[in-house]
């Protein structure tokens, strides 16, 4: 995991800005993916518990 000093998250450079994006999508998708494995859990625990 990379982390940017804050004098770069303001930067001009539009490579940094890229990267910083980049970073950032990469972040939200692995937290998409962990609630929605979450969700699936609890569903089949509820199909269990109440089978129809």
């Not at 910083?20 to 494995?37: A, F, P």
Request: charged share 25%; net charge positive; no cysteine.
């Amino acid at each position: 995991m990379k982390y940017f000093p804050i004098d770069k998250r303001n930067s001009k450079d539009p490579s940094i800005r890229l990267e910083l994006l980049i970073h950032t999508k990469v972040d939200l998708q692995k937290g998409m993916n962990i609630m929605i494995v979450y969700y699936i859990l609890e569903n089949i625990k509820l199909l269990i518990k109440h089978p129809y």
